[in-house]
C-alpha cells in the first residue's frame, strides 16, 4: 500500500509516489502486474486490445515519476528538451521509440543483474 506523506490534493506528489511505487518492484512482480491487467482486459477487448492497455498501463506506470516532474514545473522540463543538441534529440528520439519495444526494456533490466 502507498503510504500518503505529501499533500493528497498535490497531483505531481501522486505521481511521483507512484513512479517510486513501481520502481521499487522486482521484475517478476511488474511483470506480473502487466499479465494480470492483461488478462482482466481481455474480459472486455480482443487479445490485441488487451495486449495493447496492458503494454501502455505498463509505459505509465513506469513514467509515474516523469509525469510528475513535468507536473511541477513544466517550462524547466521542456527548457532541458530545448537545451538538446540535434544528436542528443536524435538519440532520446530513438530511446524512446526503442523502449516502447517491451523486450528492450526487460533487457535492460536482465543486464542490470
Do not use: Y
Amino acid at each position: 500500500m502507498i503510504q500518503a506523506v505529501h499533500d493528497p490534493a498535490c497531483l505531481a506528489c501522486v505521481f511521483e509516489d507512484i513512479g517510486d511505487w513501481w520502481n521499487g518492484l522486482d521484475t517478476v512482480d511488474q511483470l506480473m502486474i502487466i499479465g494480470s491487467l492483461i488478462a482482466l482486459s481481455l474480459l472486455f477487448t480482443g487479445p490485441w486490445g488487451a495486449i495493447t492497455f496492458g503494454l501502455a498501463a505498463g509505459d505509465v506506470l513506469g513514467m509515474a515519476g516523469e509525469f510528475g516532474t513535468f507536473l511541477r514545473n513544466p517550462r524547466a522540463w521542456l527548457a532541458g528538451l530545448a537545451r538538446m543538441g540535434p544528436q542528443e534529440a536524435l538519440a532520446f528520439g530513438i530511446e524512446a521509440g526503442l523502449n516502447r519495444i517491451p523486450q528492450v526494456r526487460i533487457g535492460k533490466k536482465i543486464e542490470s543483474f
